[in-house]
């Protein structure tokens, strides 16, 4: 670790460190991968500035879940971002009018859309998001908070008849999150694009663009999982995109999800307390459960379910091992400890039973894979404690604004 990144981490623990490098070796894998495709991060995946601000710089538009990661997304400018979300206010969707692009997620924000567009005198551009019959894995699809069923086509239709303030013009699809087989998620992809020429079919309406969602997958534990094959999936996107050049002239969209940001990022942890209670030995850090709240709702199912696979409840808990923990010290002694937060509550855990290099007051504990879904899921005003900073860095360990 160099100096000046050590100082920081030293100086700021209990932080979040974003490696800057990490972060454009991603963007240029996405964007080699896929070269007819545009995509979106996912802001709510995380929403700091520095981050949002960098990945704009590489071209990569947001995929925004609220009228707070519109305006963010725009401050930091990027340039193309597209507002889906269930269930926006009609202050929401008033205010981001004429700032991105907005997608309807139901009928009745459809009929809320255009009496506001009738109000303002103006034609609104809607892409719509449509909740397929299908699922990610090809089987048939489910119920859902979010889109419309796509069998309530013909009854849109009928509707935007009345609706003559809203001219649609794109598809959102999303099913499904962090996706490691190339097979499926080329298969899912090639179903939405299918879905596009139903909808365009049904509907009548124009077909600009092309929102994939997201599903492209992260390796957390390469001990447990593979990676997703990209030259596989690229297969599956280069032959939409050859049909696409043919038929629809749609404009491709694919989110990243957390596959942009979550390797990059790293939490730091100082440790305050050491003790032992009835043979077991805790080791207690500033900001656990307060700076990083996923391990503890892993702790939590697992106390729940005693035996058994637990399933992945995106993106509130991903895996048992979706950390790796690294105790920064030159102790030669190992030992087995509980690593747990300092809230006033014993569900604040980070791991049980790790096994390390023996650990003392003020060493530093750092934790992989914190880029996305990390810092922005954390009750950070539990107990009133600070909150962790956050920092951006380049190679040399030089914090970036």
């Known amino acids: 670790m160099k100096n000046a990144l050590h100082e920081l981490i030293s100086r700021n623990a209990p932080c979040y460190v974003y490696d800057y490098e990490t972060l454009a070796d991603s963007a240029r894998l996405l964007q080699k991968t896929f070269p007819a495709y545009d995509f979106l991060f996912s802001v709510k995946a995380n929403p700091f500035p520095p981050v949002v601000k960098a990945l704009a710089s590489m071209g990569i538009g947001a995929d925004a879940a609220s009228l707070g990661e519109v305006q963010l997304a725009r401050s930091c400018d990027m340039r193309n971002i597209y507002f889906s979300a269930a269930g926006k206010p009609d202050k929401a969707i008033e205010n981001a009018?004429?700032?991105?692009?907005?997608?309807?997620?139901?009928?009745?924000?459809?009929?809320?859309?255009?009496?506001?567009?009738?109000?303002?005198?103006?034609?609104?551009?809607?892409?719509?998001?449509?909740?397929?019959?299908?699922?990610?894995?090809?089987?048939?699809?489910?119920?859902?908070?979010?889109?419309?069923?796509?069998?309530?086509?013909?009854?849109?239709?009928?509707?935007?008849?009345?609706?003559?303030?809203?001219?649609?013009?794109?598809?959102?699809?999303?099913?499904?999150?962090?996706?490691?087989?190339?097979?499926?998620?080329?298969?899912?992809?090639?179903?939405?694009?299918?879905?596009?020429?139903?909808?365009?079919?049904?509907?009548?309406?124009?077909?600009?663009?092309?929102?994939?969602?997201?599903?492209?997958?992260?390796?957390?534990?390469?001990?447990?999982?593979?990676?997703?094959?990209?030259?596989v999936l690229r297969t599956y996107t280069d032959a939409i995109a050859t049909d696409n050049e043919k038929t629809l002239g749609a404009r491709l969209l694919i989110e990243s999800g957390r596959f942009l940001t979550c390797r990059m990022g790293t939490y730091y942890l100082k440790a305050v307390d050491?003790?032992?209670?009835?043979?077991?030995?805790?080791?207690?850090?500033?900001?656990?459960?307060?700076?990083?709240?996923?391990?503890?709702?892993?702790?939590?199912?697992?106390?729940?379910?005693?035996?058994?696979?637990?399933?992945?409840?995106?993106?509130?808990?991903?895996?048992?091992?979706?950390?790796?923990?690294?105790?920064?010290?030159?102790?030669?002694?190992?030992?087995?400890?509980?690593?747990?937060g300092n809230l006033c509550c014993a569900q604040d855990i980070l791991v049980n039973h790790f096994t390390g290099p023996k650990i003392r007051v003020g060493d530093l504990i750092a934790v992989s894979n914190a880029g996305a879904y990390a810092c922005t899921l954390t009750a950070q005003r539990f107990s009133s404690h600070p909150a962790p900073q956050e920092f951006l860095v380049d190679a040399e360990g030089t914090v970036m604004e």
């Open 97 to 231: 009018m004429g700032q991105c692009h907005l997608i309807a997620d139901s009928m009745g924000e459809m009929e809320r859309m255009a009496a506001i567009a009738a109000r303002r005198g103006l034609t609104l551009p809607v892409g719509i998001r449509v909740n397929p019959a299908f699922s990610m894995g090809g089987g048939p699809g489910g119920s859902s908070k979010f889109g419309i069923d796509e069998e309530l086509l013909p009854m849109l239709a009928e509707r935007l008849r009345e609706w003559r303030q809203i001219r649609v013009t794109g598809l959102h699809v999303h099913v499904k999150s962090q996706n490691l087989d190339a097979h499926v998620l080329g298969a899912y992809y090639r179903n939405c694009y299918e879905l596009a020429k139903r909808v365009k079919a049904t509907l009548g309406c124009d077909m600009e663009y092309i929102n994939f969602g997201g599903g492209i997958g992260v390796v957390y534990d390469g001990t447990r999982e593979t990676s997703l094959d990209f030259d």
């Open 274 to 340: 050491v003790k032992e209670s009835r043979g077991t030995k805790y080791v207690i850090v500033e900001n656990g459960m307060n700076g990083l709240q996923k391990p503890a709702i892993a702790a939590m199912l697992r106390a729940a379910c005693s035996a058994g696979e637990l399933m992945p409840q995106e993106p509130m808990f991903t895996s048992e091992h979706a950390f790796g923990f690294t105790v920064l010290s030159d102790a030669a002694e190992t030992e087995t400890v509980n690593i747990v």
